[in-house]
């Protein structure tokens, strides 16, 4: 039965709504159904005109919980600017009540004590305890990325996140409190940080991030992402994103140049290095370490690199 229009609701289609909210201010189904609006999750619509951003999931999802609820885990992350894994769900954390089922949303119990605020409106897990929540479903590595990026977005800082895992008890405890000590400032991509973290956990000496070089009046000549300062040697990683972008070409031999002139030596590093090589990425640093005069360097590596950059070995 149609609604009196002076009985109608009011609603933002803006925000998500449901079918109960938009029957009430008097939007049939079958306009749901049409090109005005999408459908975000089961029962859960929002004006066509809105993009189905991270929040808007998260906002929809939240919909379905009650008010103690709130947003974490990989949403959480996302929505803090944070690198993680690709996956499809929503992420929220109910504190009581019947968690929500819905296609596309992964609910969790919430977890005693943890730390919340408030991001674009919505209840949200803060960037440390994000963090801690993903220790027991992230790799070592992985834990890092996320941790180097939101130190990236100024979200926190490595001493917070170190402070957040020093309290942190029960599953996951130990790698976010790992995890933690190895964040750094600086870092510009998770490639940066597969490098460094390929170069640490092998036991070699950990490079310097981003690294500057000045001129006698104090201005920067030049920005390394990992170098070691001492020995005038650079480890760089190259995405090729420029590869075939001829004043950037010309720009990088200009400055391979210079870099010769001032005496540094640059090793380049690409993706297949670190996903197919990391072994013979690891020797090159190495022996560039040992022909820069490094001393105690190892002379085997640590195996804890082969848990997390195996090599691939060619078909015969």
């Excluded at 008010?67 to 959480?76: G, I, Q, R």
């Excluded at 790992?178 to 170069?199: F, H, Q, T, Y």
Aim: contains cysteine; charged residues 25%; positive net charge.
């Amino acid at each position: 039965m149609a609604i009196p229009p002076r009985q109608r609701s009011r609603i933002d289609p803006t925000v998500p709504f449901t079918r109960a909210e938009a029957r009430a201010a008097g939007i049939p189904i079958t306009a749901l159904r049409g090109p005005r609006f999408h459908q975000v999750f089961y029962d859960l619509y929002v004006a066509s005109s809105v993009e189905v951003t991270q929040s808007i999931r998260a906002k929809a999802a939240l919909r379905l919980c009650n008010a103690e609820s709130y947003v974490s885990h990989f949403t959480a992350a996302n929505l803090w600017g944070g690198c993680v894994p690709e996956q499809p769900l929503t992420h929220v954390s109910v504190k009581a009540g019947r968690r929500p089922e819905r296609r596309g949303i992964q609910s969790h119990a919430a977890q005693e004590g943890a730390k919340t605020t408030t991001f674009d409106g919505m209840p949200i897990t803060t960037p440390e305890q994000t963090f801690l929540d993903l220790s027991w479903q992230l790799s070592l590595v992985e834990l890092v990325i996320l941790g180097d990026s939101l130190v990236g977005k100024r979200r926190t800082t490595p001493d917070q996140l170190i402070e957040a895992a020093a309290s942190c008890r029960g599953k996951g405890a130990r790698l976010a409190r790992r995890a933690a000590a190895l964040v750094r400032r600086g870092v510009d991509s998770p490639m940066e940080s597969r490098l460094r973290l390929l170069i640490v956990l092998a036991g070699l000496p950990e490079p310097a991030v981003n690294f500057t070089v000045r001129d006698e009046e104090g201005a920067v000549l030049m920005r390394f992402d990992l170098s070691y300062p001492a020995l005038k040697l650079i480890i760089e990683y190259d995405g090729r994103q420029h590869a075939r972008d001829d004043a950037q070409w010309a720009r990088d031999i200009a400055r391979r140049e210079e870099l010769d002139n001032l005496g540094w030596r640059l090793i380049i590093v690409r993706a297949e290095d670190i996903y197919a090589r990391p072994d013979k990425t690891l020797n090159r640093v190495r022996d560039a370490l040992r022909a820069r005069g490094a001393k105690n360097l190892p002379r085997k590596f640590k195996a804890e690199w082969t848990q997390h950059f195996p090599v691939r070995r060619s078909a015969a």
